[in-house]
């Protein structure tokens, strides 16, 4: 059985689009590769979306 896997940000499934996993305060989510220069660089983008988001520095 697969699951499909959807974008934290734009919501496009991993049919759709390459989407990557990663892992914060002990919970799974799914990143786009067109978003995760958002995660990487302008993480308070994902404020409403990832908890805690507002406490994250970009780099």
């Known amino acids: 059985m697969t699951t499909t896997?959807?974008?934290l940000v734009c919501k496009r499934s991993s049919d759709?689009?390459?989407v990557t996993n990663f892992y914060?305060?002990?919970n799974e989510f799914h990143?786009?590769?067109q978003?995760?220069?958002v995660l990487i660089h302008?993480?308070?983008e994902l404020v409403?979306?990832?908890d805690g988001a507002?406490?994250?520095q970009g780099g």
Do not use: A, R, V, W
């Open 5 to 7: 896997k959807n974008c």
């Open 16 to 18: 759709e689009t390459p």
């Open 24 to 26: 914060y305060q002990d």
């Open 31 to 33: 990143i786009c590769t």
């Open 35 to 37: 978003h995760l220069p």
């Open 42 to 44: 302008n993480p308070q």
């Open 48 to 50: 409403g979306l990832l």
């Open 54 to 56: 507002d406490k994250l």
